[in-house]
């Protein structure tokens, strides 16, 4: 997982005009804590930061949007404290990028650099981009999914969706069907003997049931 | 025709980081499932789209070589091969504007998903710094779709991963496997070479067959 942060950051600093990048997540308790920077200098102002709970990365994990602060030499007053650090430490800008998955921030991507004001446009839309496919791949991580598991439901699902469309190819050329009402017929069938949709159209595709052997679409068995 | 898919908002904006830090023209990701390709999930543009489907219809290109070989594969210039390795699919793609085309595996560790396909309308090859940011694009695409089909139950497919599953071709291949009196393996392998002979599309071909303004078992008339 920090890996992939770190991979995340090395990214944005190659890819995007940023000097160095961090990702500070909150840890279940819901406080914030630095995941991953791309400099120990960076780090350090990060860390900073959160101990002194201001700055542009903790008001952008509070309010859930991107905080640009282009010039930092002139945020004295809006954080002091975290302003004065940041410059010592040779940043004049920076921009921070809500990590969000349905509404939900669990953290920060902050962008940091050298020269005076933000990110451009399009630097920021990747770099949102890249901050909210991180998000998946971190809420994924914390759910403890497994890459093999999900991967064999993924084939299997798609071996159903192939082998329920040919199955309904099959019934549509068979019975003068259109495809929508061989899909009916499939389900009537499946239903009148108790079958699982899926087992009946791999019987179908696979040839050993004949699709003109299927119930008439019609008026149900049931009374 | 064929749109610009956008089912996937997540894989949609990684195609468009991937042609923002590897300065290409296009990008696209393919689904596959074992060995087959299973569709294009999401792409940056319409041309990126036809590379998809030509390598749908074909069963050849850098998307099906890099997810079967499970490495990055790179053509800088379509027109003048240093290997011929695609024979039907680089003149269609040439004719589709592509002039260098980039393939490169989606998977985390040993399962592998699909690929992601970068392309440019210039020869010219990617440099070393734009390969590692398409390779880490294309993790981030592996592990963009495993979250998707991890919000749904087993047994069912992701809506965003469904949308682009190729339906109509499936139903294609029933159809034609009872025309034919053949698997529908076998009646896919049929669809695919009309399509090639024709010059067209899998899916186009397809929907006329579901249209039934194409049958197999006409007699041999050629122009249906």
Known sequence: MVDLLILLNDRCVEALDVTAAGVMLAAPGGDLQVLASSSAALRAVELFELQAEEGPCVECYRTGEPVIA????????????????????????????????????????????????????????????????ATIAIIQHRTAIDAHILNDQLSEALNSRVII???????????????????????????NHNLRLTDLCRNIADGALNPTALDPLGPSRRL | MLGRTDGTPGLARLCEVAVDVAAVTGAGIMLAAGDQPQGGLSSSDGVADVIEELQFTLGEGPCIDAHGQGSAVSEPDLAAPAVTRWPAFAPAAIEAGVRAIFGFPV??????????????????????????????????????????????????????????????????????????????????????????????????????????????????????
């Open chain 1, 70 to 133: 282009a010039d930092l030499t002139a945020l004295d007053r809006r954080w002091p404290r975290f302003a004065r650090r940041a410059v010592e430490a040779g940043y004049r800008s920076a921009d921070s990028l809500p990590m969000r998955l349905r509404g939900h921030t669990i953290g920060a991507l902050n962008l940091f650099r050298t020269a005076l004001g933000g990110l451009a446009a399009p630097d920021l839309t990747a770099a949102q981009a890249l901050a909210d496919v």
């Open chain 1, 165 to 191: 469309e040919q199955a309904k190819g099959k019934v549509s050329q068979a019975s003068g069907l259109d495809v929508d009402q061989a899909f009916d017929r499939l389900r009537h069938h499946a239903r």
């Open chain 2, 107 to 224: 998977r985390t560790g040993t399962v592998r998903l699909g690929a992601l396909n970068l392309y440019r309308d210039r020869p010219g090859p990617l440099s070393g710094d734009q390969h590692a940011d398409a390779l880490v694009v294309a993790d981030l695409a592996a592990l963009a779709i495993l979250a998707l089909q991890a919000t749904v139950a087993p047994g069912a497919l992701a809506a965003e991963l469904d949308a682009s599953f190729p339906a109509v071709v499936q139903q294609a291949a029933g159809m034609v496997s009872v025309q034919l009196n053949v698997t529908v393996g076998d009646a896919l392998v049929r669809l695919r070479a009309h399509a090639f002979a024709a010059g067209r599309l899998l899916s186009a071909v397809a929907e006329d067959v579901v249209a039934r303004r194409l049958a197999f078992d006409d007699p041999p008339s050629d122009v249906p």
